[in-house]
């Protein structure tokens, strides 16, 4: 079995044995778990490693990571091929990680990391790079300072560190602990990953905190990591700063051969101020400082995305580099109880005054890293469950899809990049004067991910990642003393974590999507969590449990959350939940003669687009079980919505009530209607959408765009740029599947 594996064009150099990724569906029983596979360049396999990260049923593979050094051209696109049952040569030399010592430590072959054990303070004990050598004592941070000046320094956990993946092309460890100081004061817990590839002369470090204390707010002043080796020779330290000048988009160096203290910031007027006409979650540029001893080599750091991630600065004079991570006294960063922020840094050893250019190179590569994409086919063949292929696609309405993604607000700032305010809801008064934040709504990572598989375009990927991954640390609640907030993603609410928990705003196939395509355990963990929680709501909150008592929105939700944990894992108590709210809307309709919910005090009413969502995950758990019963339900519920919400001209209503009885051209319905098309056929069911369809694809999308120079919220700059993505989250599998049915069907 072979699959393309294709590489856009990049770079302006040659890149030898760079380090790519990449995830690659199957469909059940194609592979073995454990059979040897390979990245080959035409007849030359490449040193390989692979990890399953989730398996069928049978146990044959079901998505695989996928590691490989390849080399790739200058000024050119690259095709390479994925083959099964060919053994991979070993990568010389292997990365490998040692865990037999009193230090955990990871070679890659030039570079050397030791890292200090349990109950130390720092995370590093020693790092060697040819003459170069970095002890712990030259080492200090991450560290943290609270608002009344207290530093804390990082102190590993009982556990030490853990191995995620060993090698031989990629290693992987981890560690946790507290930040303390010296009168044995500890506040917030950290995350430590540390990455590095073989024979590779960088690691790549990703810090995150977490605030789990009690207190409800904690303010830091600033976050720093200090690099500062022993050297004798001061006065021939070449001191170096690059970042990038974002209107000319070169990066503009500032160095010294005689130790000459350099400083560079990005902050707010940074932002505000300039040009930014690339798609900023791929990239907008480097920023990094250098230090070079002109006898033994140096080290670069760079900040990654440090503009979206505003305020980042870098000092650097003779004795090291300081990199702030939050700079002190330019905002207070203030965590919510439950939020945690990741940051990244590339850390790069080199030798005795290698040129500034080549060391700008490798920090925009990190910035823009090279990735590959495989066929939209191996995708839809294998484990895309959501119906989003059309077999004679219609240009004009996949060029809607393209703008409806691209044309979104966005929000720079350390604790706001990957959301952006929800402009309706603020409009709608809900936060008091306050931006309402989107927090992810209707699953952004997801929406993204699925656009990417149609069109291979890399920027919707990025986007898929960068959502994620501030919905990771700041939409979750990692600790809270409500176990109905426990572990929940939080609805769109000011400062992202002011508003309640609630089933019907919490997902998880955008998370299951970003562990497929990284590997990063967390985002399962995350995703599982989200299920844990969604079942205490279940179990204790009565409404929740009765035919009728709440929204058939807060149910369905739960019910497709429950359904893509079912698919991940297998395991049968996500499949008895499903079963459970199934039959539960059995019941409902069986009362009611439809899904009528409570609204006002004295009255029962149909909300069209909640039930829509209902039907939708209805269908997903039919997809599953092909329990019949359900069939007829989804159908029922659908033909009750055209007879009794449909106005006239073909447009549904908001809500059955004469107060709320106005068109809502919310594009939910669609995905509802093609549901009942795909189990009868009938393209009544289509028809009666094609009016809402053309209005969705015809301009209601861009009805709430907001457009304008960019302006400063608190600590964020807000880029308003057309809809929140939520418009687009929400939007694109219901208009996608009726897309599929409307041309399927022939109505198109």
Known sequence: MTIPIFFEKIAKFDRSEEPCTCAIPFRQGQLADGAPVAVCDKEKCLPTQALATALWPDTSVKWLLVHFLADLPANNSKSLVFQSNTPAPPPGPPVSIDLSGTATTITTGPLVVELNGSGKTGLFKEISFGALTVPSDSIEGPSITDSKGNTRLPEIGGEGWKIIENGPVRAVVEACGRHCNF??????????????????????????????????????????????????????????????????????IVSHDNGTPVDALIDQDKIINVNIEHAPETFIGTFWADWDDPERGGVCLSHFQAHQNFPKSFAVDSKGITAGYLPENIVDFTLDRGMAKTHRMMMLFHAPRE?????????????????????????????????????????EIEQ???????????????????????????????????????????????????????????????????????????????????????????????????G??????????????????????????????????????????????????????????????????YL????????????????????????????????????????????????????????????????????????????????????????????????????????????????????????????????????????????????PYDDAIIHPGG??????????????????????????
């Open 183 to 252: 009168r044995n004061s500890s506040l917030l817990d950290f995350v430590a990953r540390i990455y590095a590839w073989a024979g590779k002369p960088w690691i790549r470090l990703d810090y995150q905190i977490v605030h789990l204390e009690k207190s409800r707010q904690i303010t830091l002043n600033s976050m720093d990591f200090a690099l500062k080796p022993d050297t004798k020779t001061l006065q021939n330290i070449r001191t170096a700063t690059g970042l990038s000048n974002l209107h000319s988009y070169k990066t503009t």
């Open 355 to 395: 040129s500034l250019e080549n060391i700008n190179y490798r920090t925009l590569q990190f910035q823009m890293p090279d990735k590959p994409h495989i066929p939209s086919g191996a995708y839809h063949e294998s484990v895309v469950p959501d119906p989003i292929r059309v077999d004679h696609p219609v240009q």
């Open 400 to 498: 809607f899809f393209i703008e409806s993604a691209d044309l979104h607000t966005r929000a720079y700032g350390i604790l706001h990049w990957g959301d952006c305010p929800a402009a309706h809801y603020t409009n709608q008064g809900r936060g008091a004067g306050k931006l309402i934040w989107g927090n992810n709504e209707y699953d952004i990572p997801h929406a993204f991910m699925l656009l990417y598989i149609r069109t291979g375009e890399r920027r919707f990927l990025d986007t898929m990642l960068v959502a994620a991954e501030h919905w990771m640390d700041v939409d979750i609640c990692r600790c809270s003393d409500d176990p109905l907030r426990q572990d929940g993603q939080i609805i769109h609410s000011v400062r992202h974590c002011e």
């Open 500 to 565: 309640p928990v609630e089933p019907s705003h919490e997902w998880v196939e955008g998370l299951l999507d970003y562990y497929h395509v990284t590997g990063e355990r967390r985002a399962l963990d995350t995703a599982i969590g989200i299920g844990r929680n969604l079942l205490r709501h279940m179990t204790m909150r009565k409404e929740l449990r009765e035919p009728g008592a709440a929204s058939a929105r807060d149910t369905g939700w739960a019910l497709r959350s429950f359904a893509a944990l």
């Open 568 to 711: 991940e894992t297998y395991t049968t108590a996500w499949l008895d939940q499903c079963r459970c709210i199934a039959d539960q809307f059995l019941k409902w309709h069986e009362k009611y003669g439809a899904f009528l919910a409570p609204y006002t005090d004295h009255a029962l009413v149909r909300i069209p687009f909640m039930i829509a969502i209902a039907v939708a995950s209805l269908m997903r758990y039919y997809r599953i079980s092909g329990d019949k019963r359900i069939a007829g339900l989804i159908i029922s519920a659908v033909e009750d919505m055209i007879d009794t919400c449909r106005m006239p001209e073909g447009l549904f209503i908001y809500k059955e009530l004469p107060s709320l009885r106005r068109r809502m051209n919310i594009a939910h319905m669609l995905e509802a209607l093609a549901a009942a098309w795909e189990l009868t056929g009938d393209s009544k069911f289509v028809k009666a959408g094609m009016r809402l369809f053309n209005t969705k694809r015809t301009g209601d999308f861009f009805r709430y765009c907001e457009f304008g120079p960019k302006y």
């Open 723 to 748: 809809n929140a993505p939520i418009g687009f989250a929400a939007s694109f599998v219901p208009v996608m599947s009726f897309y599929r049915a409307a041309v399927a069907s022939g109505c198109m």
